[in-house]
């Protein structure tokens, strides 16, 4: 176990910050352009797949009672990549917009490119954030989302998914066999009205209507409105474009890893809609070091839903024997799902060993695959 005298010192924390990295690689795309224009995703995807095989698996544990105050680097790291991701989207949106050394398409691959990483990086921190009691950190993460567009996540993952994953609740819970290109079009119209009835369901226990200005969405409605009118303000209808090109490239990452995490991983019902408890083995984890670097610890995705608002550092590692394993890291994983051949081959198998490690006594697992259990009691 790492003590907490170790976990505290900047250099245990430094190689979560390579995701910092990124950041000059987009505005070397910015200002070059040609080919440099597609290294995000180049880097994003293959070169920490590369980087996972070179580094191997990280199998040790931070101690978990390690208060806040020792983890100041890691703090610092997701509420610092806050400004910086605005500067550089914004900034690249002005700069492109006003020089005319890039072609539309270089213009469209670069920003393309910028989607992968407030996806792949700013999506992740802001459910690092919104997971945190701090009302500053949880404000930063809205921040994020507003950027992509995506701001009903905070309340579809804090109120629906936590509590309801591996039920049928849960839109987000991959099925069993069901191809992303399936999945994702169900996930964009599903998640977003679960969302909202949430938070309608939320104010109405409390005699509200959902037209309260207590209702997040609000919120959620004027930041996104803000990003949409100062990308225009910065490059006119062009700007608008390529913001809306980076947003829906960083909700196709955010969703791609969703479907990932629990690909038909269910909870029993144990009949009259009640399910048993979120368990390890209801999620995938994946212990491959250089992409939990990049990740903050989204790999150990177990232990997440044990502990929500558990710090990235902290978050604790389980064996093969405690909780299923991906063969590889996200990096490679999601790159698989969007070939469902080659995913249905890699992971059905692996369900099917999971459905007979922890549920040997279910012999009909159709009504599972399709989702046809009952809803959760109490679930609207």
Do not use: C
């Amino acid at each position: 176990m790492i003590p907490a005298e170790k976990l505290a010192r900047w250099q245990s924390a430094l190689p979560f910050w390579i995701s910092f990295l990124l950041i000059p690689v987009a505005w070397l795309g910015a200002v070059q352009g040609g080919w440099t224009v597609i290294l995000l995703p180049l880097i994003t995807w293959y070169l920490f797949a590369a980087l996972d095989r070179l580094t191997g698996l990280n199998l040790e544990n931070a101690d978990p009672e390690t208060p806040a105050e020792d983890l100041f680097w890691y703090r610092v790291l997701t509420s610092l990549w806050v400004p910086l991701q605005a500067a550089t989207l914004f900034g690249m949106i002005w700069y492109v917009s006003h020089s005319g050394h890039l072609s539309v398409l270089e213009k469209v691959v670069l920003f393309f490119g910028v989607g992968v990483i407030t996806g792949t990086i700013g999506i992740n921190y802001s459910h690092e954030l919104m997971h945190q009691k701090n009302r500053t950190e949880r404000l930063l993460g809205d921040l994020l989302l507003a950027m992509v567009l995506y701001s009903h996540f905070r309340s579809e993952h804090l109120l629906v998914h936590h509590r309801y994953v591996g039920t049928p609740r849960d839109p987000v819970t991959a099925r069993y066999n069901e191809g992303f290109h399936r999945f994702y079009p169900r996930v964009l119209r599903e998640s977003l009205i679960s969302a909202f009835r949430a938070e309608k369901a939320r104010l109405a226990r409390k005699g509200r209507s959902w037209t309260d200005t207590a209702n997040p969405f609000w919120r959620y409605w004027s930041l996104q409105a803000a990003m949409l009118a100062l990308a225009g303000l910065l490059g006119g209808w062009a700007g608008v474009g390529l913001f809306l090109i980076q947003a829906g490239v960083a909700v196709w990452q955010l969703e791609l890893v969703n479907y990932v995490e629990h690909y038909g991983l269910t909870r029993k019902h144990l009949g009259e809609g009640r399910y048993e408890h979120v368990l390890p083995q209801h999620s995938w984890n994946a212990a491959q070091k250089a992409s939990n670097w990049l990740l903050i610890n989204l790999q150990r995705h177990s232990d997440h839903h044990y502990k929500p608002d558990r710090r990235f550092p902290l978050l604790q590692n389980y064996a093969a024997a405690e909780a299923p394993q991906l063969p590889y890291g996200y990096p490679i994983m999601t790159v698989a799902a969007m070939i469902p051949p080659l995913w249905r081959r890699m992971m059905n198998p692996r369900v099917r060993h999971w459905r007979a490690m922890y549920y040997p006594e279910i012999t009909d697992w159709t009504p599972y695959a399709r989702a046809a259990n009952p809803l959760p009691k109490g679930s609207v």
